[in-house]
C-alpha cells in the first residue's frame, strides 16, 4: 500500500479502478466515500507524480493542533505539496500585496471555517452556501485570488462524513489552480 493510500483511507477516501482500464498500479482513481454511494469528481494519481509546482496555496484559519495537525499535514501530503508550495496565512492580517509571487506564480486560497471565507470574501452567507463556490479575496491587489470555503479541520474529525465534501473542496481548489 502505498503512503498516498494510506493518508487517503484516513481521510475517508478509498482508491479504485476504473472497470473498463486494464488493472494496473499506476492507473489508481481516488474517489471520495459518500453514503448515498455516488462518488465525487475523481483525481488520477500515480505513485510517481510530477514534482512541479502547479501553483501556491494560501491556507487561512486558525492553524491546526493535535489531531487536525495530523489530518493537515496529511492533506499536505496527498496533494503533493512541498514547503515552499503552502503556507498558513491568518485572515484577521492585513493583506499585503507584497505577498504576491513576483514571477507570477498562480495562488489558491482556501478558507478553513465560515468565519475565515466571510473575513477573507466579504460575504455574509454562512458556510454551506459560500461551499463549491469560487470566491474572490477582498482586498486591494487580491481581488484576482481565488478563495475556496471549506470546513474547519477540528469539524472534520468530529464529523468524519464531512472529508467527502472536503475532499471535493480540495479538488475544486486544485482544478481552479490548474486553470489559473
Do not use: C, Y
Amino acid at each position: 500500500m502505498s503512503t498516498n493510500s494510506t493518508f487517503l483511507k484516513e481521510m475517508g477516501i478509498t482508491e479504485w479502478t476504473l472497470r473498463d482500464a486494464a488493472p494496473e498500479p499506476t492507473q489508481a482513481i481516488l474517489a471520495a466515500e459518500v453514503s448515498n454511494d455516488q462518488s465525487a469528481p475523481v483525481l488520477p494519481a500515480t505513485e510517481t507524480q510530477e514534482r512541479h509546482s502547479l501553483g501556491i496555496w494560501w491556507f487561512f484559519g486558525n492553524k491546526p493542533q493535535g489531531d487536525a495537525e495530523v489530518l493537515f499535514q496529511n492533506v499536505i501530503r496527498v496533494l503533493g505539496l512541498t514547503p515552499k508550495e503552502w503556507s498558513w496565512k491568518n485572515p484577521a492580517d492585513k493583506f499585503n500585496p507584497d505577498l504576491l509571487p513576483q514571477d507570477g506564480t498562480p495562488i489558491v486560497a482556501l478558507a478553513f471555517g465560515g468565519a475565515a471565507a466571510q473575513k477573507l470574501s466579504g460575504e455574509r452567507d454562512a458556510l454551506p452556501e459560500l461551499r463549491e463556490t469560487v470566491l474572490a479575496i477582498n482586498a486591494d491587489g487580491a481581488e484576482d485570488l481565488p478563495l475556496i470555503a471549506t470546513f474547519e479541520l477540528n469539524q472534520l474529525l468530529s464529523r468524519p462524513k464531512d472529508k467527502a465534501l472536503f475532499w471535493q473542496d480540495l479538488l475544486l481548489a486544485k482544478s481552479v489552480l490548474q486553470n489559473i
